[in-house]
Structure formats: C-alpha cells, structure tokens
C-alpha cells in the first residue's frame, strides 16, 4: 500500500509517524516552502497525548511544554476575581498530565523530528494540482509537474484544503463573527496558573507555555469579518481588552510591535458526510475546523490521523476503511464543534441578562458540565 499525504501540520505529520510505524508506505508533500509556524501556543489535552503514545512523543513534549498545575486551571470575571476552577482528568495515564500548554512552534519541531526518525521524507512547496481516481488507485499530478499512483490520499492540509477544494468545492470555511488575538510574552511575577478572563463581548485567556513564557489568548466580536493593517495590529489589541484586570494591563502594555500579534479571524468548517470520495479522505481541520473554545481542534486532527493508520493496517479493503472510519469520527468531532461553540456564544453574549445567566453557569455549573465533557472525551477512540 502506497499512501499519499497532503499536508505536513499536527494532523500530517501524527498520520505519516503513525503509518511508518505499520509498516505503511507514505509520501507527504506540504504547500508551503518553508515553515513559519503561525500562531502561539496551544492545548494538548489529554485525549490527544492518549493519542500521540502511539507514535512515540508524549515524553519529548510534557519536557517542552508547561503541564497545568495540579491539573485545573482558573476562570475569573473581567476584574481578576475568581469565579470557578475546572479539573481536567488525566485521560492518557495517571503519571502523564492531563493538559500540556505547549508553544505551536515547540509541537511542530517534536513533530517533525518524529517524521524524520521514522524515515518520512517530506517534499516542501508541493501540493496537488489534480487527482484521478479509479477503482484501484488515484493518480496525483503535483504542482512541481510530478505525476505518481497512489492506493489512497488523505487530505491533511488544513483549513484552506487544496484537496477539499478538490473533492468538495462548494464547501468552504465560514467565518462565526469572533476572532483570535495571540501574542507570547514573559511571565508575570506571581501568576500560577492558566487563567481564563471573562468580559463583556470578549474573553482573555493566559497561558504559561514554558518556562518565562506566556501567551495571552484574547478572543472579541469582530462584526463583518474586518481586515486589518499590520501596524494597527498592537493597539487594537491592547483596546479589545482593555476592561480586563488582574495580569491583564501589564501584559497588555507590552503588545507594542505588529510582529508580536497573531490575529485570526475564527472559522469553521462542517463538511457533510461523508468526507471522503472514493480512495481520498479528509482529516482534521480539513473537514472539521472549530471554534478555539474547547481547544480541542489539534486534539481531533490527531484521533483522526491515528485512527485511520490502525484501521489501514487491519488489512481491510480501502472501500471499508474509509466508511467505518467516518461512523466512528463524525460523532466525535461534532460533538466537540457544537460544545464549543456552544461555549463560545455563552462566553461572549453582552446583555444583562446573558452576563446573568453566564455568571450563574460558571460558579454553580462550569465544574461539573466540564467533568461530563471530559468523561465523554475519555471514551477510547479506538476500538
């Protein structure tokens, strides 16, 4: 079996280490010509560290990473003042932490050091430019003029998917009116743990990522999906959150060059079943990209990528693989999309009476609603 991997982030990379790892052959080929890794830092949860013992990482990125203190984080109002402490269970094993706040860049070099050792070979700035099916196989013609025969190809290449486009071109991501705003910075004396504010319209998250290392990660309505110029970017910032107190104002003061800022405006993409056509499948943001608040898209992309390897190297026919595969992701993942942006528009609604019931949810049903979310995401994922 020869397998064609298009796309080389989280999903990508999770996927070509967990079919070497069987004996599977793969290439993989990523758009991108070199990689300058957006973004600040992210979550991997417990669900995705069960998964990454598959391929052999845990160790190298609890060592990269920050592990939440005593597994809980904490959620304030807009002044700093506590309201709840959620607890995350440790779903991967009792000596593995249940949450490991980790920069994005840090996860991709434990990554790709992963691929590399497993003998993967990774063709930078190449995607595909067409594929051909037939009963037996897909024949890729690649943008560099490469044209090669593959037993199946998997679609791992993000949100704006060259091979969702593809298969499916009607479907595109779709803007949820909310956007990301990440920076990474020092430390601030005294601050223990990972802390999520709530505003009014807005939230702001900080997040130890490493030893001396932050990130702050405010979310706000954006209204029309706006662009912005890359200078206005620190100011905006600093405004967007400027009701925030606690660690807030001193980490705010210094956003003060446009390079510090990630801003994303938040999508999402909710293919309809099946998400795949013929001998070419879909996975991870691909054909599920959600909302940042459960922090669980990384965590999704990789179940998706080792799921399928073990499925493959069952010895089932392609045909069977990809359905049986779909029946067990789609609950999965939808339940994570609508569960966080259900979270998402609670945390954000700017009525008196929405901060009313948001404030009633989070200090009398927060803990308990995140122990049932988590006891339905440590459910084995392989079966």
Same mark, same amino acid.
């Given at each position: 079996m020869r397998i064609l991997v298009v796309g080389s982030g989280i999903a990508g990379q999770t996927l070509a280490c967990a079919l070497a790892k069987r004996g599977i052959a793969c290439d993989v080929v990523e758009v991108k010509p070199a990689f300058d890794i957006a973004g600040a830092g992210l979550y991997v949860q417990g669900p995705a560290?069960?998964?990454?013992?598959?391929i052999g990482v845990v160790e190298a990125i609890v060592a990269a990473g920050l592990p939440l203190a005593d597994d809980t984080s904490l959620v304030t109002?807009?002044?700093?003042?506590p309201m709840a402490r959620p607890s995350y269970p440790r779903i991967a094993g009792p000596h593995i932490p249940s949450v490991v706040p980790i920069r994005r860049r840090a996860l991709h070099e434990i990554l790709a050091r992963a691929v590399e050792?497993?003998?993967?070979?990774?063709?930078?700035?190449?995607?595909?430019d067409a594929l051909a099916q037939a009963p037996d196989g897909v024949t890729a013609t690649f943008s560099d003029g490469r044209v090669d025969r593959y037993d199946l190809v998997v679609g791992a290449d993000g949100i704006r998917s060259r091979v969702r486009a593809l298969l499916f071109p009607a479907a595109q991501p779709q803007y949820t009116g909310y956007a990301n705003w990440r920076v990474i910075l020092p430390t601030p004396a005294g601050l223990e743990r990972t802390t999520w504010m709530m505003g009014t319209g807005t939230s702001f998250g900080i997040v130890p990522i490493a030893p001396g290392l932050v990130y702050i990660a405010g979310v706000s309505k954006e209204p029309g999906n706006p662009r912005f110029e890359r200078a206005e970017l620190p100011a905006l910032?600093?405004?967007?959150?400027?009701?925030?107190?606690?660690?807030?104002?001193a980490l705010l003061a210094q956003v003060t060059a446009p390079d510090q800022v990630v801003y994303t405006p938040i999508e999402e993409v909710r293919l309809a079943p099946p998400w795949h056509k013929g001998r070419v !499948? $879909?996975?991870?943001?691909?054909?599920?990209? %959600? @909302? +940042?608040?459960? #922090?669980?898209?990384?965590t999704m992309a990789i179940e998706d990528? !080792? $799921?399928?390897?073990?499925?493959?190297?069952? %010895? @089932? +026919?392609?045909? #069977?693989?990809?359905?049986?595969?779909?029946?067990?992701?789609?609950?999965?993942?939808?339940?994570?999309q609508d569960g966080s942006l259900q979270t998402g528009r609670r945390s954000h609604e700017e009525s008196p009476e929405a901060l009313a019931a948001r404030e009633h949810y989070v200090r009398n049903l927060m803990v308990a609603d995140v122990?049932?979310?988590?006891?339905?995401?440590?459910?084995?994922?392989?079966?």
């Amino acid at each position: 079996m020869r397998i064609l991997v298009v796309g080389s982030g989280i999903a990508g990379q999770t996927l070509a280490c967990a079919l070497a790892k069987r004996g599977i052959a793969c290439d993989v080929v990523e758009v991108k010509p070199a990689f300058d890794i957006a973004g600040a830092g992210l979550y991997v949860q417990g669900p995705a560290l069960r998964a990454f013992q598959d391929i052999g990482v845990v160790e190298a990125i609890v060592a990269a990473g920050l592990p939440l203190a005593d597994d809980t984080s904490l959620v304030t109002d807009s002044a700093g003042m506590p309201m709840a402490r959620p607890s995350y269970p440790r779903i991967a094993g009792p000596h593995i932490p249940s949450v490991v706040p980790i920069r994005r860049r840090a996860l991709h070099e434990i990554l790709a050091r992963a691929v590399e050792a497993a003998g993967v070979a990774v063709r930078m700035g190449v995607t595909v430019d067409a594929l051909a099916q037939a009963p037996d196989g897909v024949t890729a013609t690649f943008s560099d003029g490469r044209v090669d025969r593959y037993d199946l190809v998997v679609g791992a290449d993000g949100i704006r998917s060259r091979v969702r486009a593809l298969l499916f071109p009607a479907a595109q991501p779709q803007y949820t009116g909310y956007a990301n705003w990440r920076v990474i910075l020092p430390t601030p004396a005294g601050l223990e743990r990972t802390t999520w504010m709530m505003g009014t319209g807005t939230s702001f998250g900080i997040v130890p990522i490493a030893p001396g290392l932050v990130y702050i990660a405010g979310v706000s309505k954006e209204p029309g999906n706006p662009r912005f110029e890359r200078a206005e970017l620190p100011a905006l910032c600093r405004s967007r959150f400027a009701e925030f107190g606690g660690f807030a104002p001193a980490l705010l003061a210094q956003v003060t060059a446009p390079d510090q800022v990630v801003y994303t405006p938040i999508e999402e993409v909710r293919l309809a079943p099946p998400w795949h056509k013929g001998r070419v !499948v $879909l996975v991870g943001d691909a054909a599920h990209a %959600g @909302t +940042p608040f459960w #922090a669980m898209g990384a965590t999704m992309a990789i179940e998706d990528a !080792v $799921l399928l390897a073990t499925l493959l190297a069952r %010895g @089932t +026919p392609i045909e #069977a693989v990809l359905p049986d595969w779909m029946a067990r992701r789609l609950p999965r993942c939808r339940f994570v999309q609508d569960g966080s942006l259900q979270t998402g528009r609670r945390s954000h609604e700017e009525s008196p009476e929405a901060l009313a019931a948001r404030e009633h949810y989070v200090r009398n049903l927060m803990v308990a609603d995140v122990a049932r979310r988590y006891a339905t995401l440590a459910e084995p994922f392989v079966w």
